[in-house]
């Protein structure tokens, strides 16, 4: 398994082995149960669905609840698929947790930022503002957008007031530093997208390999200059 569905937790800091303070970001990393899997024969690629979360029978229709009945696993809030490159040895019903994930590995966290409203361009695009001073007259305005008789027009991509937040994401290379496998929480450092609470995916990273694989290439590098 390459990933999970998760829930943000919170953030806190913990210390390392050598004593450094660390920010890190706890995560709910499942339990997942396997709903279905897509095979290369099939489908022409490879990938497992895993569902996630409690629900209610009454927040589901027809078409979902038959799936739940048909394959006789407990109903859950959300369903999403996970393409591999390789199909892992798995069958629906299996349970999928942190246990995926070990210290040092690298994931790519995706998740919807935090919804902000309308607001300003000092805000959104951190524009300098002007003068704070008295009679200053220009403090967070957007001031001047374009030209007079050439180009005659606004520049497309021109920053400017307006939605801010609640767009999807991602976190690339974040380092696992705690896994609680008893628990199904890991903790990854620094800061990943989203507000307590919001629904991640958790994936292993595309450009960095864990640093265990990482040590290990080094050493036999070693070995072979010698």
């Not at 390392?16 to 709910?28: A, F, L, M, R, S």
Request: aromatic letters at 6%.
């Amino acid at each position: 398994m390459n990933g999970i569905i998760g829930k943000k937790l919170g953030m806190t800091g913990i210390f390392d082995g050598n004593g450094k303070y660390v920010p890190v970001t706890i995560i709910e990393a499942g339990p997942c149960v396997i709903v279905g899997t897509k095979t290369q024969k099939k489908e022409g690629y490879s990938a497992v669905i895993l569902a996630y979360g409690k629900v209610k029978d009454k927040r589901l229709n027809n078409a979902q609840k038959k799936l739940f009945e048909k394959i006789k696993v407990e109903p859950k809030k959300t369903i999403k698929e996970m393409r591999m490159n390789a199909l892992p040895e798995c069958k629906v019903g299996d349970i999928v947790g942190a246990s995926i994930f070990k210290v040092g590995d690298y994931v790519d966290i995706s998740g919807t930022t935090k919804g902000k409203g309308f607001q300003g361009g000092v805000k959104r695009w951190k524009w300098a503002g002007g003068e704070a001073s008295h009679g200053s007259m220009f403090h967070r305005a957007p001031g001047s957008i374009g030209a007079s008789s050439f180009p005659s027009r606004v520049f497309k991509g021109q920053h400017l007031p307006g939605h801010m937040g609640a767009d999807t994401r991602t976190a690339e290379s974040i380092e696992v530093v705690l896994v609680d496998q008893e628990k199904n929480i890991i903790a990854v450092k620094g800061s990943v997208p989203g507000f307590n609470g919001a629904l991640l995916t958790v994936k292993t990273a595309k450009k960095r390999k864990p640093k265990v694989a990482t040590e290990e290439a080094a050493k036999t590098e070693k070995k072979q200059k010698k």
